[in-house]
């Protein structure tokens, strides 16, 4: 395998938010540690996606309105199509259960903290937020949930990124919002939370925390190289948590929620479905072995679909 040089460097993929780099920056640092590359032997190629855009952002436009997952890796991966990157660096949680064809994802980084972070500049957790307070988000997963547990809240649409969630909060827009511990962390802001939600108290998005890499299915010099860095107990969970999200449609208009750990020999998944406005939510849970994670996953779907009413998704009509 010929590995990349300063004169010859294997471009890496990414958005252009903070987050997003920290994401590349890691990649890179766990490929120049595994093959003692130099740094400027992998470049940081930085793609501006449709999510990106800032009129969006600053209107707060639920993501289902203007194009959901795709909206945060469509002019990535077209660029991976064409060659004009090699490795493609994504969110984990941003991306479409299916991948455009020619393209595979099989890197996974180890996993970070997969719970959510309560942010408030003046109230300490969810319970003692008052009565009636404002609450911005904008994923409908955590609007769902916090609207089942505090119907009293008053949720609005937050987007953005990490900091212009955090300057829309100071400048007064919500009493407080939520943001993965993981972005955080990665971001060197773990301080900014408040708090870090249990997940028996809000189950978190399918893949929060993870890191994922993707590449041409042709490009074997790119697989070889990913396999160094691939962890594969994150991969057993993503599966059994993906295939849970694919075989319940999951979308940016669907409050769905998942997590699996590794349990003794196996893996515990955990998931969710819930009505936009909070008021009903059906849950259920599997345990098994590593290589039934797929199936698993999907069997935990069917039986939360099978347990819902036949007007529980009229909401996505309305």
């Given at each position: 395998?010929?590995?990349?040089?300063?004169?010859?460097?294997?471009?890496?993929g990414t958005r252009g938010s903070p987050l997003a780099l920290?994401?590349?920056?890691?990649?890179?640092?766990?490929?120049?540690?595994?093959?003692?590359?130099?740094?400027?032997?992998?470049?940081?190629?930085?793609?501006?996606?449709?999510?990106?855009?800032?009129?969006?952002?600053?209107?707060?436009?639920?993501?289902?309105?203007?194009?959901?997952?795709?909206?945060?890796?469509?002019?990535?991966?077209?660029?991976?199509?064409?060659?004009?990157?090699?490795?493609?660096?994504?969110?984990?949680?941003?991306?479409?259960?299916?991948?455009?064809?020619?393209?595979?994802?099989?890197?996974?980084?180890?996993?970070?903290?997969?719970?959510?972070?309560?942010?408030?500049?003046?109230?300490?957790?969810?319970?003692?937020?008052?009565?009636?307070?404002?609450?911005?988000?904008?994923?409908?997963?955590?609007?769902?949930?916090?609207?089942?547990?505090?119907?009293?809240?008053?949720?609005?649409?937050?987007?953005?990124?990490?900091?212009?969630?955090?300057?829309?909060?100071?400048?007064?827009?919500?009493?407080?919002?939520?943001?993965?511990?993981?972005?955080?962390?990665?971001?060197?802001?773990?301080?900014?939370?408040?708090?870090?939600?249990?997940?028996?108290?809000?189950?978190?998005?399918?893949?929060?925390?993870?890191?994922?890499?993707?590449?041409?299915?042709?490009?074997?010099?790119?697989?070889?190289?990913?396999?160094?860095?691939?962890?594969?107990?994150?991969?057993?969970?993503?599966?059994?948590?993906?295939?849970?999200?694919?075989?319940?449609?999951?979308?940016?208009?669907?409050?769905?929620?998942?997590?699996?750990?590794?349990?003794?020999?196996?893996?515990?998944?955990?998931?969710?479905?819930?009505?936009?406005?909070?008021?009903?939510?059906?849950?259920?849970?599997?345990?098994?072995?590593?290589?039934?994670?797929?199936?698993?996953?999907?069997?935990?779907?069917?039986?939360?679909?099978?347990?819902?009413?036949?007007?529980?998704?009229?909401?996505?009509?309305?």
């Amino acid at each position: 395998m010929k590995l990349p040089s300063a004169q010859n460097p294997l471009k890496l993929g990414t958005r252009g938010s903070p987050l997003a780099l920290a994401q590349a920056f890691e990649t890179r640092s766990r490929l120049m540690a595994a093959y003692g590359l130099t740094e400027d032997s992998c470049e940081i190629v930085i793609i501006k996606t449709t999510g990106d855009d800032r009129a969006l952002i600053a209107a707060d436009r639920p993501l289902k309105e203007i194009g959901g997952k795709g909206l945060f890796t469509k002019e990535i991966e077209e660029a991976l199509l064409s060659g004009a990157i090699d490795i493609a660096v994504h969110s984990m949680k941003d991306m479409p259960v299916e991948q455009p064809g020619g393209l595979v994802l099989d890197c996974y980084l180890p996993r970070e903290d997969v719970r959510d972070a309560f942010v408030s500049p003046s109230v300490a957790s969810i319970a003692e937020l008052p009565e009636g307070a404002v609450v911005g988000s904008s994923s409908l997963r955590r609007r769902a949930q916090l609207a089942n547990r505090r119907p009293d809240l008053k949720l609005v649409e937050f987007r953005g990124n990490v900091q212009t969630r955090l300057k829309k909060l100071q400048d007064g827009g919500a009493t407080a919002t939520f943001l993965a511990m993981a972005g955080l962390n990665r971001l060197g802001m773990g301080h900014v939370a408040k708090s870090a939600i249990e997940v028996d108290e809000m189950l978190p998005a399918v893949a929060q925390g993870a890191i994922g890499i993707e590449r041409r299915e042709t490009c074997q010099r790119a697989g070889e190289l990913l396999s160094a860095i691939h962890d594969a107990p994150t991969a057993e969970r993503l599966t059994a948590e993906r295939a849970f999200l694919a075989t319940l449609d999951g979308s940016c208009e669907t409050p769905i929620a998942g997590l699996a750990v590794h349990e003794g020999e196996g893996l515990w998944l955990r998931g969710e479905i819930l009505r936009p406005d909070g008021s009903e939510v059906i849950r259920g849970e599997r345990r098994f072995m590593a290589a039934e994670a797929a199936e698993a996953g999907e069997d935990l779907a069917r039986e939360l679909l099978s347990q819902a009413s036949a007007d529980f998704f009229d909401w996505r009509h309305s």
